[in-house]
């Protein structure tokens, strides 16, 4: 009977082990993602015997640690409306650095896709929670928004698991990297690479990626030319340099519509990384409005090449570095509240037509409810579900600062002149302005360019006025930071 006992005992045990090891996904995803990805819970089982939980006597004074796994989805994949890839360019990664004032870790990631939805950054926190103890609020999960990415972080549950482990798997590395490091500042000039992509057309109205029938004259605005980069150097161990620069990663489908990659910041990576001998990390800034291309006149890059000559901006850029004081690790968070466009009844029910109507037709409904493209019937659709939960929306939005470095969130393609009305009031020396960080509400234009119209004013789904709101929150949250410091 003893030994039956200690049979049961060791099989409930061992039962209890295997149940610990499962893929953690909500919604009841865990028990498909077994059945379709054996090879991805056995990678799971792994990582938990070698998970490493934030200690509680961590090494005192501030240390930065850096991790990096793989994300690479499996081909064919869904990259764009009607567009598959079918081939992998380059590798899509996970990119976490690792900070800690010898009581609190946050943690900064750079993610090679094209946005973060609040749902995946939910299941993101839970994960990073349950294997390391980390609050949600330390942090922040900032997208490249490479549309050479999967459209999709949910859509595919092998994928969803391989990106949540590569997560988890990247922290667990930047925290055992953790080493005594010094931060050092300097801001480039990248003038001639990114451009206001919305155009004054000569007949008067604007217009966003003109060709040269269409007649530009001048840009919207004059793009934000400043790259901003924090290094911290660490002794003996690699140095850790974080870009932050705002330009639209969005030229590799057009160039190579079939390819995973994630686009320029490919070449940027590999570049810095072999040329400087660090760990880098590319946090992408407000750039709804920008990209490479310049309708009225010469440019320095493109998708081929911009990557790689970005290099040289980021060498000259570093060799202007000042030493700034790093002090207890900050964290913040806030809620604005936005209004929902409500569309006319006319140009509702315009929009389920052309949801119905035959691909031959789809142009005269258009033309006879006044609608621009199928862009803008997506658009009037998502507002209409939005609605169905109030005329407000609200947005979160998250700020870390860590003595006189800070990293602010915006989950819109926020324009750039936005992003830069955060970085220059913020009372901080350093600060990265992160869009496409922390949640993903798509464009959010600034308040001046909604009488012009054009892609991106007719597809957000907030009212002018709002990118105002969201700038003050910000700013607000980096004031109560520091003020708290």
Request: with cysteine.
């Amino acid at each position: 009977m003893k030994r039956i006992l200690a049979m049961l005992l060791a099989l409930m045990m061992l039962l209890s082990l295997c149940a610990c090891a499962s893929p953690s996904l909500e919604d009841g995803e865990a028990a498909k993602a077994t059945k379709d990805a054996p090879a991805e819970q056995k990678k799971t089982a792994e990582q938990e015997k070698k998970a490493v939980r934030v200690p509680d006597d961590l090494p005192e004074g501030f240390t930065a640690g850096f991790g990096r796994a793989d994300i690479t989805c499996e081909v064919p994949a869904t990259i764009g409306p009607n567009t598959d890839a079918t081939m992998i360019a380059d590798p899509l990664y996970a990119t976490c650095t690792a900070i800690s004032d010898g009581e609190t870790v946050a943690i900064l990631f750079h993610l090679d896709a094209k946005g973060i939805p609040t749902s995946f950054l939910n299941m993101v926190t839970r994960r990073l929670q349950k294997d390391y103890g980390i609050p949600a609020e330390n942090v922040i999960l900032n997208a490249t928004h490479s549309h050479n990415s999967p459209t999709s972080l949910t859509g595919n549950t092998r994928w969803l698991q391989k990106l949540l482990n590569g997560i988890s798997e990247a922290t667990g590395d930047a925290l055992r990297d953790l080493a005594p490091a010094e931060a050092y500042i300097s801001k480039g000039d990248t003038t001639g690479f990114g451009f206001v992509r919305r155009y004054l057309l000569a007949n008067g109205t604007y217009k966003c990626n003109p060709s040269h029938n269409d007649k530009p004259v001048e840009h919207e605005s004059v793009a934000d030319a400043e790259l901003r980069a924090i290094r911290f150097e660490r002794g003996d161990k690699k140095d850790i340099l974080m870009v932050n620069w705002q330009c639209h990663a969005a030229h590799g489908r057009s160039a190579h519509p079939t390819w995973i990659s994630s686009d320029f910041i490919y070449g940027l990576r590999t570049g810095v990384e072999k040329e400087l001998g660090v760990h880098f990390s590319y946090h992408n800034g407000s750039s709804g409005n920008l990209n490479f291309t310049n309708a009225t006149g010469p440019q320095k890059g493109n998708y081929e090449t911009a990557g790689k000559e970005l290099v040289d901006v980021v060498k000259e850029t570093v060799k202007n570095e000042e030493k700034v004081n790093l002090g207890k690790i900050k964290t913040a968070k806030s809620t604005v509240d936005l209004e929902i466009i409500q569309d006319s009844a006319e140009r509702v029910e315009g929009a389920k037509i052309f949801s119905g109507t035959a691909e031959t037709e789809k142009p005269t409904v258009l033309a006879k409810y006044g609608l621009i493209s199928s862009y803008e019937v997506s658009a009037i659709n998502t507002r209409q579900e939005y609605l169905k939960n109030g005329e407000k929306e609200p947005i979160a939005l998250y700020a870390i600062s860590c003595g006189d470095l800070a990293f602010s969130t915006c989950p819109f393609e926020q324009f750039d002149s936005d992003g830069k009305a955060v970085r220059d009031a913020s009372p901080f020396k350093m600060t990265f302005s992160c869009a496409y960080s922390n949640g993903d509400y798509g464009y959010l234009p600034s308040s001046f360019a909604y009488p012009h119209g054009s892609y991106e004013v007719y597809t957000t789904r907030f009212v002018q006025g709002s990118s105002d709101l969201i700038v003050e929150g910000q700013i607000a949250l980096l004031n109560q930071l520091h003020s708290a410091s």
